[in-house]
């Protein structure tokens, strides 16, 4: 059996519902396939940025997304030496939502769900796995499901994250920029009346970061790449005492970490493709270039991604027009924002977090940078412009 698009997306995450949602209000025939039967998946990226907000806002949506439950983020705090000190305020970034919006995964795939749908030439299959690629000598034509059905599109947008397909059957080379931690996530019950912040602790050689969800705490326990498994199976009791050590004010764990599969493994991956594209093939967001989890900007790079191909790509395509010749400008207009955060967060993984985590003695005081970043406060609302807003935003074009 064949069925067509005009538009075709693979991945039914935040870039994928984005890109649907876009390309269907410029007029084009959208069919996005999610290998997943719900959006129900804990531990992944929980972070809409204000970035990600001013897209929403240009499309009349930001009231409507607001009024789903989340929290709201202003300020990044980092224990380290005895000392608590900022490192990231947002609280005077201009903005109209001047915060990181917490809010899980599942409520905002199931919000630009229900707002793509709302057009009658967007489709949303779920449960819908791809097998493969179709090709017709060099060029995509489509894909075929795991149930047999053949999808073709004038246009396949890959937005299947990390583990995409593309990177899994070699469709486009991978340059691997390396990574030397992975994070174990894993949430904690609150018990003070702390809010709007996320806690960073560092020391002996331990990370933890915690990230207020309201009722608990979010948090990351950083690792030295590939020590997982020895970490495990010295048991849940050893690394609960991992954390106390670098946190002694979540005081005993004891009753909140009780099994090892409360850690959900993170395998962090620093990477992106050398070319985005090739003759009916468009590949974004994590799908063409895996980011640290540091700052959460993952899905709001992603995001910006989506907002650039449905500017360059949507409107021809509705009217009929080819588009391969254009699919370069997608990756030239947004490569250099993604090569400058990724130069950012490996200088930022290399040459901070792995010397951190081969530390042994305890911290006595900050480092310099950080005490220059409290004596200045205008250099902490430039950290928290940066994360708010990141690099090279996108406008949404008129429909």
Known sequence: MRTGAEVLIVGGGPCGLMAGLLFARAGCFVRVVEKHADFLHDFRGD??????????????????????????????????????????????????????????????????????AAYPNFCLDMAAPVACYLQDQERITGVRLSTGEE??????????????????????PV??????????????????????????????GRILVRVDRGAYWQCALVIPKGR????????????????????????????????????????????????????????IGDAAHAMSPMGGIGINL??????????????????GDPVDGLLGQVQRRREGSTRLIQIVQKIAQDWVLAPVLRREKPMTRPPLPLLVLQRFPALRRMTGRAIALGVRRECVAAA
């Open 302 to 319: 992603a995001i910006q991604d989506a907002v650039a191909a449905a500017n360059l790509l949507a409107g021809r395509l509705a009217r």
């Open 228 to 283: 997982a498994r020895t970490l495990k199976a010295q048991g849940i009791d050893a690394i609960a005492r991992e954390i106390e050590i670098v946190e002694p004010r979540l005081g005993s764990l004891a009753g909140d970490l009780n099994h090892p599969d409360q850690l959900q493994l993170l395998e962090v991956s620093l990477d992106r493709l050398k070319q985005w594209h090739r003759p009916g093939l468009l590949v």
């Open 151 to 172: 999808v073709l599109a004038t246009l396949t947008i890959a937005a299947d994250g990390r583990h995409s397909l593309v990177r899994r059957d070699d469709l486009l």
């Open 47 to 116: 972070t809409v940025h204000p970035s990600t907000m001013e897209v929403l806002g240009q499309l009349g949506l930001l009231e409507r997304f607001l009024a789903r439950p989340h929290q709201r983020l202003q300020r990044a705090e980092l224990r380290i030496g005895g000392r608590d000190l900022i490192v990231g305020d947002l609280s005077r970034v201009r903005s109209r939502t001047p915060f990181v919006a917490m809010m899980p995964q599942w409520e905002f795939l199931d919000f630009l769900r229900r707002e793509a």
């Open 175 to 204: 340059n691997d920029l390396g990574s030397p931690i992975d994070v174990f996530w894993f949430e904690l019950p609150k018990r003070t009346a702390d809010a709007g912040t996320l806690r960073i602790a560092v020391d002996r």
